[in-house]
């Protein structure tokens, strides 16, 4: 039973013809660092999920970190440095790590037990017992594993208390909220482009928006603070407008004036030319993992007494398939883990409730010990596996037949 030949990943990424003449065609154009297919990509990417803009930068925590920071410099946002961000602590360790090393913190309210998200009734309920609300000034929701967090109700109750909403979708490309995609739903949105998401370039990230003011903000801010923010450089063509509005000055080049401190967030050619190729099969990538999800719930109802399956909901663009323990003393998640990667399935933790059971947020520990019991449960008993579009039934079947071998045993 050890070691079997099948290998059934969390995510996989095919290179076919299309992905290899987008990257060809990179290589032809004879400009691999950012220029016009990060630009068709951004055009595309914004289309896609219904918002004015959207901006590429290299990875799911760049535009974390980038989105904080632009917030903090918008004209009328109120985000502020040091001030407290209201995040979920169920979810991959990047949101609470972009918040910190933009020195704000993170205060963390409890998550739905059955989509992971967190929920406007727990933010709300934290927020009325603030003594200053001063001390917040934005909320960062997480679609985990592709669920939508209830958005009209987090964006009423941010509203009420004046703080801005910034949405992390980079679990959820695709998925929809009230016949809305995820990420078009509040001031701002980040996406990820990781190998194992929904939409794949292998290392990728992106922002989305409907205020030119946070694009403009962070296309500096991804280029080290410089003063650029056209989405394709025009000196060639003497048209810089920074280069004509500051044409007095003795040689005066804005790609080497900043203005902001900032970060070097660009991304190359090739992951754009990637993430367009699958971003042309989004509609179907997300079909097929949503069909997979109720193949899957399916097969694997008859362990419902001892597995929690995820809720099936046909809006939902999963990332994977996550599944919590119930009888943990009967069945240990490690056991069952192990044996499904020992049977070639492989699996990952819920991630962990970052403030009780990560050690970079020991810190956190004591003030958060019990005040999370959800999180914490899901911390500890929670997994995903596989659900990725290019599983076949046969796939689906042999997982099934692996829980039997696990949970018959
Ligand atoms: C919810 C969430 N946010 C942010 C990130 C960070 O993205 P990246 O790995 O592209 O930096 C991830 C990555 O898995 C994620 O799952």
């Known amino acids: 039973m050890i070691n079997p030949k099948r290998r059934i990943g969390i995510g996989d990424f095919r290179i076919g013809v299309e992905e290899k003449q987008a990257i060809n065609n990179v290589l032809d154009n004879g400009q691999i660092s950012e220029g016009k297919t990060v630009a068709e990509f951004e055009k595309l990417f ?23 920071v632009a917030m903090t410099h918008a004209s009328d946002m109120n985000v502020r440095p040091k001030t407290n961000v ?32 967190i929920t406007a009734e727990n933010i709300k309920r934290h927020l009325e017992d603030v003594d200053d609300i001063e001390q917040y000034s934005l909320v960062l929701p997480v679609h985990l594993m592709g669920y939508s967090c209830d958005m009209d109700e987090i964006n009423k109750t941010a509203g009420n208390y004046g703080l801005q909403v910034f949405e992390d979708c980079s ?9 809305r995609k995820v990420g078009s739903l509040s001031t701002l949105s980040c996406f990820s482009f990781y190998i194992a998401h929904n939409i794949q370039a292998g290392e990728m990230g992106a922002l989305a928006t409907n205020n030119y003011e946070l694009i403009r903000l962070v ?27 500051y044409a007095g000055e003795d040689d005066f080049d804005p790609r080497f004036t900043h203005e902001f ?15 367009l190729t699958q971003l042309k099969k989004a509609n179907w990538i997300a079909k097929k993992r949503t069909e997979n999800v109720r193949y899957l719930n399916e097969g694997l109802d008859q362990f419902s007494d001892v597995l929690k399956l995820p809720p099936f ?14 009888k943990p003393q009967e069945f240990s998640r490690k056991k069952i883990r192990s044996s499904l990667e020992n049977q ?15 050690p970079a947020y020991k810190y956190l520990k004591k003030k958060y010990a019990g005040s999370l019991p959800i999180a914490d449960n899901l911390g500890k008993n929670a997994f995903y596996i596989g659900c990725h579009q290019y599983l076949e039934q046969k796939d689906m079947d042999y997982i099934i037949s692996v829980f039997k071998n696990i949970l018959n045993d």
């Open 313 to 326: 909901n046909e809006n939902t663009s999963y990332m994977a398939y996550p599944i919590v323990i119930r």
């Open 344 to 358: 070639g399935v492989e699996t990952r933790p819920l991630f962990g409730c970052i403030p009780t059971q990560q």
């Open 219 to 245: 296309r500096k801010i991804k280029a080290n603070g410089r003063m650029c923010d056209c989405s394709t450089c025009k000196r060639s063509e003497n048209k810089c407008p920074k280069l004509i509005s």
């Open 46 to 68: 914004a289309a896609y999920i219904e918002t004015q803009h959207a901006i590429a930068v290299s990875s799911g925590t760049a535009a974390l970190i980038a989105g904080i």
């Open 171 to 179: 679990q959820a490309h695709g998925t929809t909220y009230k016949g």
């Open 261 to 275: 401190i900032g970060y070097n967030f660009k991304t190359m050619e090739f992951q754009a030319a990637l993430a």
């Open 86 to 117: 209201v995040t979920t602590p169920i979810t991959y360790v990047a949101d609470s790590n972009a918040i910190v090393t933009t020195d704000l913190n993170p205060v963390y309210v409890d998550v739905d037990p059955e989509t992971f998200v």
